[in-house]
Every structure is written in C-alpha cells, then in structure tokens.
C-alpha cells in the first residue's frame, strides 16, 4: 500500500514522540506519521528510571553541568552542541510538563536526584519510573492530536531516496507491516529517524527487544555517515539473572549509598577510584569486569541493606517491587549484578538539529551522534539530548517543509529495499542471532584487543555470509529484518574500535592502554554509495 504524509516519524519513544508534537506545533496543517517497530511502549524510553539531567536548582549552573559533561565525555564532545543542549535543558523540562509529564516533587519543588560522575543534585525523575511517566503522558498527547496518526506493528526496512540534480534525497521509508505481511510505502518530504539503540546485539543487555540498531543501519544503507560506535556504555548494574534478561538497578541506587562488594564481601570501589561507587559509569563496569575475570565469577553483588528499609522502598519502589519479583529483597541482603549494554554514544551523524547529510532525513535520540556524549555519557544525559534535538529538529524542519519542493510522483527504484532476503528457518535466524550476541559479548565487550575484535569481524562476516545465502524467498519476519541489521551495525561496531588504537572513555583495549592525542577525533565510517549496496 502507498500512503502520503507530510512528516513521517521512525519510533515512539521520547525522541520521536516529542518530535512529533513539536511538528504539529510548528507546522499546524501538516499531516504526521508515526510509525513504530511493534507496540507504541516498546521503547527504551519506557524502562528509563533515573531521569533527566537538567540545571533546576540555585546550587547548581549551566556551567557546571557544562563541565561534568565534558569531563565524562574524554575529550570528544562538541562544545557548542553541549552548550546548547545544556542551556536547553529547564525549557524542555517545562514543555514536557506543558505535555502533562508529572515529575515527582516536594513543596513545590524538584526532588532532584544525584547519579555517577555530577557534581550536584540535578536529576529531575518521576519516582524511579521516570520514563513510563514520559512515555505515558506524551502518547496520551500524541493521540489527542488529530493530525498525529500512529501505524504501530511496522518494521521500517530503508529509506526511500531519489536523486535530483545530483543530489540524492530522502522521501520517506518502506515498512514491512507485520500483520499483513507487506511491504508498505509511506511517501514524505521530511522523515524523523527516531529509532533508539542498539543493545540486543550484546548478549547482556538491558534494552527492550527493539533496539537492534535499525536506524544506524539503515541511515548507513542509504549513505549517511555513522560515527564513534565503538563507544557502548555497559551500564554497571543489571541484576543477574541467568538464562534471563537483566533487569537494570539504577545507579540513583548508589546514589542513596549502595555499595559494590565481592563475593566475598570486600569493597570493590575502595581503591578504584575516589568516587568510589559515584565514578563514572565506566570506571565501575571495568571495576566489576577485573573482579569478575580475576576471581572467575559470573557477577558480584550490590547492597543496600544497611539503609532504612522504608526509606529504599519509598526511594525505590519500582526497583524494590522488581527485585523482589524475582526474588531478591533489597532491603534484606546484597543482590548479585552485572554490567550489561546498555547505551551507545555513537550513531548516525547529525546535527543538533536533526539534520543529516541527506535532505530530508533528520535523526534524534539514541539513534543519532551529535557530539553531546563524546567517548561517554554523563548518566540521564541521554534523555535530555533526545528531547532537546526532536525540538530543534521540529523547527528546522518545519522551515524545510516550507520551502521543499516535494514531487508529485517519486520515482522508486531505490535498489535498497528489494535487496531483502528472505528466511527459509526459524531455527537458523535464533541461533545465529544467538551466537552474534555471544561474540559481541565475549570480544567486543568492556575491555577489548586486536586480536579479539579481528576474531570478531571474521565471525560477523561468516554470519552476514550466511544470511545472504541461506535465507530464500518465503514470507519475511522481523526476525530476519533485524538479524539483517545487527549484523550490519555489529560490523560497524568492530570496525570503528579497530580504527581507534588508543584507550579513551568506553572504549578500553588492552593493545593501548593509553590515551593519544592522534585520535582526539570522531571515528567516522562512510555511508554506503548505491551501488555498495548488496
Ligand atoms: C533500562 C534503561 C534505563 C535507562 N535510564 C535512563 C535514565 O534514567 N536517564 C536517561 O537519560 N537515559 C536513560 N536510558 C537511556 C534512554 O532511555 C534512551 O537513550 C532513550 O529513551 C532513547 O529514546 P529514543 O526516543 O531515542 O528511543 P526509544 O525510546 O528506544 O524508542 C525507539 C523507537 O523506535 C522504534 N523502532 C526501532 N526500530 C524501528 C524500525 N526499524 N521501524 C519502526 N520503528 C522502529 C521502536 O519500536 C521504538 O518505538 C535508559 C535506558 C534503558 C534501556
């Protein structure tokens, strides 16, 4: 099926969702799409505890959260963008509002939380289920708007792009409908790629079944260029749970006191850093890592039992609830952890308004790379960068709306979506997609070396190898769509970490433990030219 809008917008989450508020906002005829992988909350958005870093309170300045950014960040930020996303931080934490978002607070004022690597309070939340709060209130607001129309259970699988006078153009995407089994068109002179991450394609994650990287593929697919991917942030404190997916502990859990112990009850963080449990977050996760490599462990263990009961489940419920669901009390004993992937800093290169360098295409959120986070991501930095884009963006796009001449009939010999092959046995694509998590946890995960990573690349090649000749012509399944992907985007992955032979933030490899000036720089990989494509 063929269907024109104006704005079409990839993903539901805190990016795309306020995106397409803003839009509507600016550009009050415009007809919107939203079109999202599988149900509108199946977002990372809505697992996120903690908060939104934003300067709101007398003791603190933008200045200051300026220079925690910056110094998380290990030399690769871009000034000016983190400037800009800073100052912007209390305007969009009052919009948000504005969309009806209830932030927790007491007499009238923020109950701001501290996390790793602040130097003050400044963590506005919604209890510890801050990202259900966003979720909740800007879907109920994207619902009530009547040019905002939401196509959930669709796959986006490329970009459609033509070329005018030389310059190739974005004019909307394919999506594979899940229900109907189809490959639907969706025509637009401004697409908003607002996919979110990529930590499915470790096998320790902390990311919703979604976030397989779809949009750093796909933006790559169609020639933009995707930058700093070796940068993934391991988020210290997952709860172990073998055989299942980790549930994450916050690290406003440290924040209130929680202390990292061995096994054996040793303090883990004492001589790490002197932070201790507030260094940043990639300080911790190798901390744990060494620990758990030197005594051959498969987790250590978090503990907060020492504090006031009520007061952990009052601070914590959600996590206290949690936990307790599987069968760990928080306030009773430590609780076994271990780090997980769980944010990347890297991804499709855009402006901080959205822009890439395809026309017509904008990028916000987790999907994209504009400079904020650098080598690492101060912690609930995330949020805020994802909100204050998807406004810039609304304005900058809404001038290109403006003034784009949009064609009535695009031609559609985009080579990209008809390159799908399709699967021939569920078994393969589980196990393959199994085996691609292990590698990717096993050798390309907190610390890594040259030979690793080469190992790696070999693997990840033999599979998308695999992919191309196994998987013939019977009804596709996102299975295989994503499978695609996260081939791709681990490929990017390894490539980017070979490319930085030195140690800087998230990035750790053994072959160069130190940092060098030669790489104070953005590891860029080249989008893919038409006929690259495969
Ligand atoms: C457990 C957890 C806790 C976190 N806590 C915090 C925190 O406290 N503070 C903070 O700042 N950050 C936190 N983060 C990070 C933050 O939540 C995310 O970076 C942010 O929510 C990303 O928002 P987004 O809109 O870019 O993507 P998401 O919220 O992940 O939304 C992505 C959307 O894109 C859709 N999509 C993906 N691929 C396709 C496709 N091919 N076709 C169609 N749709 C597609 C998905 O279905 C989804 O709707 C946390 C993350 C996790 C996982």
Do not use: W
């Not at 919107?32 to 870093?53: F, H, L």
């Not at 040019?147 to 030389?166: A, C, Q």
């Not at 974005?170 to 999506?175: L, N, R």
């Not at 032979?501 to 990035?507: A, D, K, M, P, V």
């Amino acid at each position: 099926m063929e269907r024109r809008f104006d704005i079409l917008v990839v993903g539901s989450g805190i990016a795309g969702l306020f995106y397409a508020l803003k839009s509507a906002e600016h550009s009050p005829n415009a007809k919107i799409a939203i079109i999202t992988k599988k149900a509108e909350t199946d977002t990372s958005t809505n697992r996120a505890q903690g908060g939104i870093a934003a300067v709101l309170s007398n003791t603190d300045s933008f200045d200051r959260h300026f220079a925690d950014t910056i110094k998380v960040g290990g030399g690769l930020c871009d000034e000016a963008v983190v400037k800009k996303i800073v100052q912007a931080g209390p305007v969009v934490i009052e919009e948000l509002i504005q969309y009806g978002v209830r932030f927790t607070q007491h007499d009238g004022e923020f109950d701001l939380g501290r996390e790793g690597g602040h130097s003050v309070k400044r963590v506005v939340h919604a209890d510890d289920l801050t990202g259900k709060e966003i979720e909740r209130a800007l879907l109920v607001a994207c619902r009530n708007n009547s040019n905002i129309k939401i196509y959930r259970d669709h796959m986006v699988l490329d970009l459609i792009t033509y070329n005018e006078s030389g310059q190739e153009v974005c004019a909307g995407v394919f999506a594979f409908s899940d229900a109907e089994h189809l490959i639907d068109t969706f025509f637009a002179p401004v697409t908003m790629l607002a996919t979110g991450g990529l930590g499915q394609i470790y096998f320790h994650n902390t990311n919703p079944r979604i976030a397989t990287g779809d949009g750093v593929a796909i933006a790559y697919r169609a020639g933009v260029d995707v930058a700093n991917l070796e940068f993934i942030q391991f988020h210290p404190t997952a709860l172990y749970l073998p055989g299942r997916m980790p549930f994450l502990i916050s690290e406003a859990v440290r924040g209130e006191g929680a202390k990292l112990l061995t096994i054996d009850g040793r303090d883990l963080m004492k001589d790490a850093h002197e932070l201790a449990e507030l260094a940043p977050r990639d300080v911790v996760a190798r901390a744990i890592d060494r620990e758990m490599k030197e005594s051959g462990e498969e987790f250590v263990l978090l503990d907060i039992s020492h504090k006031d009961p009520e007061f952990v489940k009052s601070r914590f419920p959600n996590i206290y609830k949690e936990c307790l669901r599987r069968g760990f009390d928080l306030t009773d004993r430590p609780v076994p952890v271990v780090p997980s992937a769980h944010y990347s800093c890297g991804g499709v290169m855009a402006a901080v308004n959205g822009e890439t360098s395809l026309p017509g295409l904008y990028c916000a959120g987790e999907v994209a790379m504009s400079g904020m986070h650098g080598a690492n991501r101060l912690a609930s930095n995330s949020l805020l960068e994802a909100v204050v884009m998807a406004e810039q963006a609304a304005k900058t796009s809404a001038d290109f709306l403006r003034q784009t001449h949009f064609p009535s009939q695009v031609p559609v010999d985009n080579p990209l979506a008809s390159s799908l092959k399709y699967p021939r046995d569920k078994m393969l694509i589980a196990h393959d997609r199994r085996e691609l998590t292990r590698v990717m946890s096993d050798f390309v995960g907190i610390v890594r070396t040259t030979d690793r990573l080469y190992l790696a690349l070999d693997k990840v090649h033999q599979l998308a190898d695999a992919i191309e000749a196994f998987y013939l012509a019977t009804p596709a399944t996102y299975a295989i769509l994503e499978l695609r992907n996260m081939t791709t985007v681990a490929e990017l992955i390894i490539r980017s970490a070979l490319m930085r032979q030195e140690s800087r933030g998230l990035h750790f490899i053994e072959d160069y433990p130190e940092r060098s000036d030669d790489f104070l720089h953005n590891t860029v990989i080249e989008g893919l030219k038409r006929n690259e494509v495969h």
